[in-house]
């Protein structure tokens, strides 16, 4: 990825937001019908459909091309950008998902244990639906590397830390997310409804990354032990460097 990649993460923002619109968009008008209509079987089939429809187009999206060992080089970063088009299959899966479980949950009158169980449920549904929907908006799984520090883009807040606040690697990585431990919180500085005073660990959303995880996690890990590379971050010089120092290609 290059320079030129600010235009693609752009396009690809916008084609995620269009998909969550119209996918989306159509799970939750079908919302009240699954409700108000909850004797009938076409809302449920129709928010089936959308299910179907959202686990496919994030399966083919996930499976058409794998993700780049490289960064967007913009001056002064290396970028990481998210994968919108999965933050917003993820996003627009959830209101057809509430729909079904709502369906299923108004069709027994007797409510019983099973289904305030399933009731609950939908409850954990329906708060991801915008939980979701603000993992879209902020672009979660955003990463930016500079040579002072980097910025992590997470679901709730941004985190702009100084390599020099971050405990020294190899860094722990659990289902997909690394995991920064934090040795001088005051040196953080955080942004967004997620703030916290002494942050002690921040988590890489590597999993919403456009970019490779793994290339990401030793990336990341590079650079706290090779503190005298950091300087060429940014540039064309010092992606090389990087990729030779982690074995990798040089692309073009």
Not at 109 to 116: D, I, K
Not at 206 to 229: A, I, M, W
Request: net charge neutral.
């Amino acid at each position: 990825m290059s320079q030129g990649a600010n235009g693609e993460d752009e396009l690809g923002r916008r084609n995620a937001w269009l998909y969550y619109l119209v996918v989306g968009g159509l799970g939750i008008v079908l919302l009240p019908f699954t409700v108000a209509q909850h004797t009938e079987i076409w809302p449920v089939l129709a928010a089936l459909v959308l299910v179907v429809v959202t686990a496919v187009v994030s399966g083919v999206t996930m499976l058409r091309r794998p993700k780049p060992h490289s960064f967007a080089v913009r001056p002064g970063e290396f970028v990481a950008p998210p994968a919108y088009f999965q933050l917003a299959a993820n996003a627009a899966a959830m209101p057809p998902i509430v729909g079904v479980l709502l369906g299923i949950c108004y069709d027994d009158e007797s409510w019983g244990v099973f289904t305030w169980m399933l009731f609950a449920v939908t409850l954990a549904f329906a708060y991801a639906v915008v939980y979701t929907l603000v993992m879209l908006v902020r672009g979660t799984g955003r990463l930016i590397l500079r040579p002072d520090g980097l910025t992590v883009v997470d679901s709730l807040a941004t985190f702009d830390v100084p390599w020099e606040a971050i405990m020294t690697g190899p860094l722990p990585t659990v289902f997909g997310v690394g995991r920064i431990g934090v040795l001088w919180p005051e040196l953080v500085r955080v942004h967004g409804l997620g703030r916290k005073r002494n942050v002690q660990r921040i988590q890489l959303q590597l999993q919403t990354s456009t970019v490779h995880r793994e290339f990401l996690h030793d990336t990341v890990n590079h650079y706290l032990n090779h503190p005298e590379d950091r300087s060429s971050i940014g540039t064309r010089e010092g992606q090389d460097r990087l990729f030779g120092a982690l074995h990798l290609q040089v692309s073009g």
